[in-house]
């Protein structure tokens, strides 16, 4: 069974241009969660996703940031108009009920 | 999410047991303990969690005290790669996010 898939696995991005991150769960797993780590600091909860839904953002900025999880394909996290601050690793986790949750290798967003 | 408190470093050598505290003081009935690591760059990956008993897998064992203020975590023989940053979080197992602190960075030498 493979892992927690999530590519690109570094990405790099002038300022305002737009990131597409994405994240294929676990087989079997519809629980979709995203995480961001900045440098030098802890991970941070951002969007928790079902298929087709958004059930928490309450850890995703108002602006500029949005997620989904389709019925078909990946969860995609989407970051407009990138600023420097917005440089970090953004990790994806995914379970098969909202239990323990398995943690991809992460993308690393660089932002120049 | 109750808080909990961690030591920032501990080191261990090679092949010796590690012993990873984390205080819960705050700690509600229906919360449990959960323990993740994250080696250097990699997501972090989960390893054990419990309510109240003691609980064992292949990669730890999770020690939890009776009145469950605080746990312990323990690495039966500790390797190199153990050496990572410990995790230990408090919560309801039908909650969604997990909350992250600071941890402990356990380095494990030769």
């Known amino acids: 069974n493979a892992g927690v898939m999530q590519n690109p696995r570094h990405l790099v991005r002038r300022r305002g241009q737009e990131a597409r991150l994405r994240c294929s769960p676990m087989?079997?797993?519809?629980?979709v969660y995203w995480y961001r780590q900045l440098p030098e600091e802890g991970l941070k909860f951002m969007v928790y996703?079902?298929?087709?839904?958004?059930?928490?953002e309450s850890g995703m900025p108002k602006e500029r940031f949005s997620a989904e999880f389709p019925k078909e394909g990946p969860s995609i996290l989407r970051i407009q108009q990138v600023v420097r601050g917005d440089s970090a690793a953004y990790f994806c986790?995914?379970?098969?009920?909202?239990?323990?949750?398995?943690f991809g290798p992460g993308t690393r967003l660089t932002v120049t | 999410d109750a808080k909990t408190t961690q030591p920032p470093s501990m080191d261990c050598a090679e092949g010796r047991a590690a012993n990873l505290p984390c205080n819960h003081s705050?700690?509600?009935?229906?919360?449990?303990v959960y323990w993740y690591r994250q080696i250097h760059s990699q997501g972090p990956q989960y390893i054990i969690h419990?309510?109240?008993n003691n609980e064992t897998n292949e990669m730890a064992s999770l020690i939890i005290t009776e009145d469950r203020k605080s746990s312990t975590l323990i690495l039966p023989h500790a390797t190199l790669r153990d050496t990572a940053v410990y995790y230990c979080?408090?919560?309801?197992?039908?909650?969604?996010?997990?909350?992250f602190g600071k941890g402990t960075m356990l380095l494990v030498s030769p």
């Open positions: 986790a995914s379970s098969p009920e909202n239990y323990e949750q398995y």
């Open positions: 087989k079997g797993h519809s629980h």
């Open positions: 996703l079902q298929k087709e839904n958004i059930i928490d």
């Open positions: 705050t700690i509600s009935g229906n919360e449990y």
């Open positions: 419990g309510l109240k």
């Open positions: 979080i408090v919560r309801l197992l039908s909650y969604s996010t997990l909350t």
